[in-house]
C-alpha cells in the first residue's frame, strides 16, 4: 500500500491519529527513527523503530495503534505481521500505545492482554491530555471556556494582534520563538530542520498550518497546528517574551480552534497535560511548573475535557534482553 492509501485509510478509521500517517513516519525516519508499515485487511499499523541502549536491539513502536478490524482474525492476523516485521528488525520488544482518546474503548485492555502485552510504565506520549469540542457555533465553544480564557482570546483587535497563515518562510521566525520558550520554560526543544520538515510534510497537503501572531511588524507568537480526519492537534507553539500583556498565545489558539473547524475537525486535542486525576491537577497546578504542569494551567481554560489513554503496553519479543533493558531503566531511575 503506497503513502496515499494508508494516509485515506487512516483518515477514515474511527480511530485514525496523526501519529500513523505516512508523513508522520517520514517525519521521524529523517531523525533517528525507522519506520514500515504493517496493513492486514481493514486493520493496520505505522510501525516506528530505534535503537534500544547498549546495542540492546531495537525498541519497535505503535503510536497511536494499532487501528484494528472489528474482525478478531484479521487483528490476530495484523498481530502476526507486526511481530514478524518487529523480529526482522532485531526487535526486543513492541511498545504500543493505541489511541483511545476520543471514544471509550474499554475492549482495548483485553484486547492488549490477549495478544501478549503488559502495562508499561515508560510512555513516549502524554498519556493524559484535554480535548476540546468543537461542535455547535464559535459562541458555544468560547461559552465553553472559562470567562478569563474567554476575554483573552476575544482580544485581538483590542491588543492590535494580528494573525497570518505563515508560509515556509516564517518557519525561522517560528524557530526562534520556540528557542526563547524552551529558554524561559527549561524544556528541551528539536533542531529548527525538524520544525522545518514537519512543514514541508503536512503543510502542502493541508494536514498542517503554521499561525503566527504579530503586533507591530514583530512576531509574538506561533503555533504549528495538525489535522487528520475529525481530529485536530495542537502539537508546537512558542511566544516572545515581548508584549506578553496582549496575550498572543491565545488569540493564536482561538485562531487554530477556527482553523480546525474549517477543515472539518470535530476536536482540538490540546496535546499532553500532566499524568495526575483532575481533582489533584486542579489543586496543585498553581504552585508547580515542573513538567507539563507549566502548561496545565493555560490549557485547562478552554473548555475541553481531561481524557486519558490506555497508556503502554509492552510485548516481549526477546525476554532475556527485555529484562536487561527493563533492569538498565531501573538502574538509571
Known amino acids: 500500500m503506497g503513502d496515499a492509501a494508508w494516509n485515506r485509510f487512516v483518515e477514515m478509521h474511527p480511530d485514525g491519529h496523526l501519529l500513523q500517517l505516512a508523513d508522520w513516519g517520514r517525519l521521524k525516519a529523517d531523525f533517528g527513527w525507522q ?16 535503537p534500544l541502549p547498549l546495542r540492546m536491539g531495537m525498541l519497535a513502536y505503535l503510536p497511536a495503534a494499532p487501528l484494528f478490524s472489528p474482525d478478531e482474525a484479521v487483528n490476530a492476523a495484523l498481530w502476526r505481521e ?3 516485521k518487529a523480529r526482522r528488525r532485531r526487535a526486543a520488544f513492541v511498545k504500543a500505545e493505541p489511541c483511545n482518546w476520543y471514544r471509550p474503548r474499554p475492549d482495548l485492555p483485553g484486547r492488549l492482554e490477549r495478544a ?3 502495562p ?3 510512555t513516549v506520549q502524554p498519556p493524559r491530555t484535554v480535548v476540546i469540542d468543537l461542535s455547535g457555533s464559535e459562541q458555544d465553544i468560547l461559552k465553553r471556556m ?4 474567554r476575554r483573552k ?7 492590535d494582534v494580528a494573525v497570518r497563515v505563515g508560509t515556509a518562510a516564517d518557519v525561522a521566525s ?5 528557542d526563547i520558550t524552551g529558554v524561559r520554560n527549561k524544556f528541551g526543544v528539536h533542531e529548527p530542520a525538524y520544525y522545518k520538515r514537519a512543514y514541508d510534510l503536512f503543510a ?8 503566527i501572531a504579530a503586533h507591530a511588524g514583530q512576531d509574538l507568537a506561533g503555533v504549528m497546528v495538525f489535522r487528520c480526519g475529525e481530529n485536530a492537534y495542537y502539537l508546537y507553539g512558542a511566544s516572545s517574551n515581548a508584549e506578553r500583556q496582549r496575550m498572543a498565545t491565545y488569540i493564536l489558539q482561538w485562531e487554530a480552534i477556527r482553523w480546525a473547524r474549517a477543515g472539518g475537525a470535530r476536536r482540538y486535542d490540546l496535546w499532553g497535560v500532566p499524568d495526575a486525576d483532575e481533582a489533584t491537577l486542579e489543586a496543585e497546578f498553581e504552585g508547580r511548573s515542573d513538567g507539563l504542569w507549566g502548561v496545565y494551567g493555560f490549557k485547562r481554560g478552554f473548555g475541553g475535557r481531561i481524557v486519558r489513554s490506555v497508556g503502554a503496553w509492552d510485548k516481549a519479543l526477546n525476554p532475556v534482553i527485555y529484562a536487561a533493558y527493563r533492569w538498565y531503566l531501573r538502574r538509571r531511575a
Open 82 to 84: 507486526i511481530a514478524q
Open 120 to 122: 508499561s510504565p515508560q
Open 35 to 50: 519506520f514500515e508499515i504493517a496493513h492486514v485487511g481493514d486493520a493496520g499499523a505505522l510501525i516506528l523503530y530505534r
Open 204 to 211: 502542502p497537503s493541508g494536514h498542517a498550518a503554521l499561525l
Open 146 to 149: 472559562n470567562q478569563s480564557t
Open 116 to 118: 501478549g502485552f503488559l
Open 153 to 159: 482570546c476575544n482580544m485581538a483587535e483590542k491588543q
Open 174 to 178: 517560528f524557530t526562534a520563538l520556540i
